[in-house]
């Protein structure tokens, strides 16, 4: 609100909501000042009466317009995206007893979820070597929103590669795990393999052993959950350790296709493969 030189409604809420869920929020060294945690949150309906407020205030077509010509728009959009895909990995972690959807569901589904399958897709595909301009320049901070880490220009030289053009299925995936992939330390970088060793993982979290077949499993979606035959074709979910393990394996490396750098080792992301040329 302070951007667009609106009188604030709620400032004790304003300042609250500072906080954010940055996972070095309290280290001042990697991250701005926040406020600290309160002792009790708002009832949620007071939140949500908060949150509308400030939606209607935003939807204002000069203040839009206003918002977009400092970049701010679309980094707020990104920033909500971000939120729900962190959402959704929540989501899709939840115990299988939270889940509703009936088999019946499942079942109507199936011809979508195989939608690709026997397409016509090239496995991988060629990108030219070329610069890659990374960061923003310093000089036009004042006049423009962005992230923290995006300031600082960089531009890299590459070679030419190619990428696969789907992300990793859970079939794929499945076969590294039944090729011991989680126990070959050789695949694993080394700080990967020590958070798999203390988290003493052995398949992804999207991923649950059958409780009636040794060796098998279950794949979680966000309402039940598939046999592996039944979610065969879909993006596996894992974290950037498992990512890079995978690659590791198959002889290339990770690479993930998403609108932001997935860094963490305890979520998961879907994830395609590259190899240099």
Not at 104 to 123: M, N, W
Not at 177 to 183: E, K, Q
Request: hydrophobic share 30%; with cysteine.
């Amino acid at each position: 609100m302070k951007a667009l030189n609106v009188e604030s409604f709620n400032p004790d809420y304003d300042y609250m909501f500072q906080r954010g869920i940055d996972p070095d929020v309290d280290d001042p060294t990697k991250c701005h000042d926040h406020p600290e945690m309160p002792p009790q949150w708002p009832e949620r309906s007071r939140v949500v009466e908060y949150r509308n407020r400030v939606r209607e205030t935003l939807r204002d077509n000069d203040r839009m317009h206003q918002l977009d010509s400092m970049g701010m728009a679309d980094m707020s959009i990104e920033h909500d995206l971000m939120h729900i895909e962190t959402l959704l990995y929540m989501v899709l972690q939840l115990d299988k007893k939270f889940k509703r959807w009936s088999r019946v569901e499942v079942d109507a589904a199936k011809p979508l979820l195989h939608r690709i399958s026997g397409e016509d897709f090239p496995d991988y595909v060629r990108i030219p070597e070329g610069t890659a301009k990374l960061g923003r320049n310093r000089e036009t901070k004042k006049q423009q929103w962005g992230w923290d880490n995006e300031f600082g220009e960089l531009e890299v030289q590459v070679n030419s590669f190619e990428a696969s053009t789907l992300p990793v299925t859970v079939g794929e995936y499945v076969e590294f795990m039944r090729a011991g992939g989680y126990n070959r330390e050789s695949l694993w970088q080394e700080e990967d393999w020590k958070w798999r060793k203390r988290e003493s993982l052995s398949h992804p979290k999207c991923l649950i052993p059958k409780s009636d077949s040794a060796g098998e499993w279950e794949y979680l979606t966000i309402h039940c959950t598939m046999t592996i035959e039944e979610a065969r074709d879909l993006p596996i979910y894992v974290s950037l350790g498992e990512a890079r393990a995978y690659a590791a394996w198959k002889g290339k490396r990770y690479c993930k296709p998403s609108f932001r750098t997935h860094t963490s080792r305890t979520s998961g992301s879907s994830f395609r493969t590259e190899f240099n040329h």
